[in-house]
């Protein structure tokens, strides 16, 4: 599972993290942000972004304006 998860975006990362939690049960978050080296809340993100089916359909994995600001 590890080298599975290490192929994918940052976005099938989360999406794909949050379904295994789920899968899992009670403390499945703990067990596969331990398991996998992943943040926690990233998993959290997940399972937001899979019960909102809008954000599953988006092209982009970050939202616009995360690079630096011109000077």
């Given at each position: 599972m590890p080298g599975y998860?290490?192929?994918l975006s940052e976005k099938?990362?989360?999406c794909?993290?949050?379904v295994?939690?789920?899968?899992?049960g009670h403390g499945g978050i703990s067990y596969i942000s331990c398991s996998l080296g992943?943040?926690?809340?990233a998993i959290k993100s997940g399972a937001c972004e899979l019960a909102d089916e809008s954000a599953?359909?988006?092209p982009r994995i970050r939202r616009r304006?995360?690079?630096?600001?011109?000077?």
């Open positions: 998860y290490s192929s099938d990362r989360r794909h993290t949050a295994e939690a789920v899968k899992l992943c943040d926690y809340h599953l359909h988006q304006g995360g690079r630096r600001k011109a000077a």
